[in-house]
């Protein structure tokens, strides 16, 4: 159980465009979901907490209008990259957890590999 | 905010030897420590973790211990394999926080 999909594993595309990644909880109902970017040989940098129905919480530096959360469903959050720049490329990975209150168990996604050109 | 701190970063050990990583952590308020497994180019997996009302933890070959008036939290893991060769992350929640990770490797 607690299995977690993104799609797409690999996207590339064109600098000034948006790429939408999707992440879903298949088996269980994920309260809240994490949106990390990790850069080669470094550690996970959480970007954006999302709670079902309301609006992400963003860390520090990290730049709302440009990473758009949206979590409509306790399946389902999508991490929009708008007007994406070739420094924006990098490894995306989302977590699921079904405790919104203590920040339990975290289950990983397979992660988003975004190369802008 | 949390800050999680996370040695060494690289650690090379023989096979059948143990290996322990180490984390500190800032905020008080953390209450669950998860470690993560990662392989190359693959998701972070669960290997072990450990709540704060708990100061060990152990599964097979994997053991955390925990001390909260310290602040920190280790990852031992005994007769290494070659297949123990991975990036290891520590975390602090109740905001998730990683450390750096640690490149394990294993030689035979």
């Known amino acids: 159980g607690a299995v977690v999909s993104q799609h797409p594993s690999r996207v590339i595309c064109k600098s000034g465009t948006s790429v939408k990644i999707e992440c879903r909880s298949l088996d269980f109902q994920a309260t809240t979901m994490f949106w990390y970017r990790q850069f080669p040989k470094k550690s996970l940098m959480l970007m954006a907490t999302s709670n079902e129905g309301s609006k992400a919480t963003y860390e520090q530096g990290v730049e709302k209008d440009k990473f758009l959360i949206n979590h409509a469903s306790l399946t389902l959050s999508t991490l929009t990259v708008t007007s994406a720049h070739p420094e924006d490329s990098s490894f995306y990975i989302c977590s699921a957890s079904e405790d919104r209150a203590s920040y339990n168990e975290q289950f990983f996604g397979p992660g988003t590999r975004l190369t802008v050109l | ?108």
Do not use: M
């Not at chain 2, 997996?45 to 939290?73: P, Y």
């Open chain 2, 1 to 108: 905010g949390e800050n999680v701190e996370q040695h060494p970063s690289t650690l090379s050990v023989q096979e059948g030897d143990s290996a322990v990583i180490k984390c500190t952590y800032s905020d008080s308020a953390s209450n669950y420590f998860p470690w993560y497994k990662q392989e190359l180019g693959k998701r972070p997996q669960l290997i072990i973790d450990i709540r704060s009302n708990v100061g060990e933890k152990k599964d097979q070959r994997i053991a955390v211990t925990l001390n909260k008036t310290a602040k920190h939290f280790s990852l031992h893991i005994t007769e290494t394999q070659p297949e123990d060769s991975a990036v290891y992350f520590c975390a602090a929640l109740t905001i998730p926080t990683f450390g750096r990770g640690t490149s394990l490797i294993v030689h035979p």
